[in-house]
C-alpha cells in the first residue's frame, strides 16, 4: 500500500472496495484495504470481460432463467470476496471485512408497478435467502419508502444491514431507528451491524443545477457538510448503547463530478473515521497524488456558510430529486445485467 492510503488508515478510517473483480479483491486486500461493496454494474462489467464465461455456462447448464443466472453469478462473485475477507471479519471480532450484496433493484422499478406492501415483503423474502446465516455478508437495501418499512424486521432477523441511497437527515434516522428497533428483538446484540451509506458528490451536483443561489464559498460544499452532519448525529447515537460492535458510515459517491476539483477532494474531507468505499480508479488517483492525510471529519465550513446552506438549500426537496434520479439508476442495471445475459447465452450456445 502507498504511504497515501497507509495515512489514510492511520488517521482512523475504514477502507472499502467498490468492486468484487477477484483479482482486485486479493491485491487490494493484500495493501489494506478490509472489505467490499457490490452492484450490478460492477457484477455487468466482470461478465463483459469474458473471464467468467464458464461460470455463466455452468450456471446455464442448470436450466437456469437469466434471472437466476445473473443472481447466481453475483452470489458466487461476492461469496468469492467475503472467503477472501474473512480472516479480517475474523480478527476484527466482526467489526470489517464485510462484502455487500445488493437485494433486487428491480423492485423499485416504477414501471413494474409493485405495490409498498408487495416490495416490503419481497425485501424480507430476499434479505432472508440472500443475508441469513452468512457471516460477512451485508444486505444491501435501500432507503427508499418500502426499503426503510422492510428494515425493522430484516434487522430483527439477525441480517448484517447496509442501507444505501441516502442523501439526507430524514432518511438516515429512519433507517437508524428502524435498524435498531429490529435489533432489540433480536436475543443477542452480540452480532448486530449496521451500516448507513450516505451519498456525497451527487448533492453536490443537485446543488450546482438547482441551487445557483449560493455563494462560491457554499457551492461544493453541500454534501460535505451534510455528510458530516449525520455523521455526528450517527456517532452520538451509537455511543450511549455499548454496543460490541461499531455501527458506521459509509461515504460512498466520492467520486468528483468537476473538472476543476482534485481527486481526493472529498476523500480528503473525511479522513478520521468509519468506512470509504472507493472505485479503483479513486484509489489509484489517491496513490499517484502522493500526499499525506490526517484526521479532517470534523472540520467544517465557517459558521457563515453553514448559515447559508441551511438557509437556501431545501433538502426535502433535494431528497425528492436525487431519490427520483437515484432509483433510475438503482433499477436500470439490474435489467441491463439481465439482458447482458440473455446475450451471453446466444455466444455461449
Known amino acids: 500500500m502507498s504511504a497515501s492510503m497507509q495515512s489514510i488508515l492511520d488517521a482512523g478510517t475504514t477502507l472499502w472496495l467498490d468492486s468484487i473483480d477477484p483479482d482486485l479483491v486479493q491485491t487490494c486486500a493484500d495493501q489494506g484495504i478490509t472489505g467490499a461493496t457490490s452492484n450490478p454494474v460492477i457484477v455487468a462489467d466482470l461478465i463483459k470481460s469474458g473471464r467468467f464465461d464458464d461460470l455463466l455456462n455452468a450456471f446455464m447448464k442448470q436450466d437456469m432463467s437469466d434471472e437466476e443466472v445473473a443472481w447466481a453469478t453475483t ?6 470476496a467475503q472467503e477472501v475477507f474473512e480472516p479480517v471479519w475474523q480478527a476484527s471480532g466482526g467489526n470489517d471485512g464485510y462484502v455487500s450484496f445488493e437485494l433486487d433493484p428491480v423492485l423499485e ?8 406492501d408487495e416490495r416490503v415483503a ?3 423474502k430476499l434479505g432472508q435467502r440472500w443475508g441469513k ?3 460477512n455478508r451485508m444486505v444491501k437495501v435501500p432507503a427508499t419508502a418500502a426499503g426503510l418499512d422492510a ?18 437527515e430524514r432518511q438516515y434516522l429512519a433507517a437508524r431507528d428502524a435498524i435498531w428497533r429490529g435489533a432489540q428483538k433480536r436475543e443477542s446484540l452480540d452480532t448486530f451491524k449496521s451500516v448507513y451509506s450516505i451519498f456525497i458528490s451527487r448533492v453536490d451536483v443537485y446543488t450546482a443545477e438547482h441551487q445557483t443561489d449560493l455563494s462560491d464559498a457554499a457551492q461544493g460544499m453541500v ?3 451534510n455528510a458530516k452532519r449525520i455523521w455526528k448525529m450517527n456517532q452520538a447515537f451509537w455511543e450511549s448503547k455499548n454496543l460490541p460492535l461499531k455501527q458506521e458510515m459509509i461515504f460512498a459517491s466520492t467520486a468528483v463530478k468537476k473538472d476543476d476539483q482534485p481527486a481526493d477532494f472529498y476523500i480528503g474531507a473525511l479522513v478520521g473515521s468509519d468506512i470509504q468505499t ?6 489509484k488517483a489517491i496513490n499517484d497524488m502522493g500526499k499525506t492525510y490526517t484526521k479532517t471529519i470534523a472540520d467544517m465550513p465557517e459558521e457563515n456558510v453553514l448559515d447559508e446552506i441551511d438557509q437556501l438549500v431545501d433538502m426535502e426537496k433535494l431528497e425528492e430529486v436525487l431519490m427520483r434520479e437515484g432509483l433510475a439508476k438503482f433499477a436500470d442495471p439490474q435489467k441491463a445485467l439481465i439482458k447482458l445475459i440473455g446475450q451471453k447465452r446466444e455466444q455461449l450456445r
Open 75 to 80: 452470489n458466487q462473485l461476492v461469496s468469492d
Open 109 to 116: 422499478d416504477a414501471k413494474l408497478g409493485p405495490s409498498h
Open 122 to 124: 419481497a425485501y424480507l
Open 133 to 135: 446465516d452468512r457471516k
Open 151 to 168: 428494515l425493522e424486521d430484516l434487522a430483527a432477523m439477525g441480517l448484517n444491514l447496509n442501507v444505501t441511497l441516502i442523501f439526507t
Open 223 to 225: 454534501g460535505l457538510v
Open 278 to 283: 472507493n472505485p479503483p480508479s479513486l484509489n
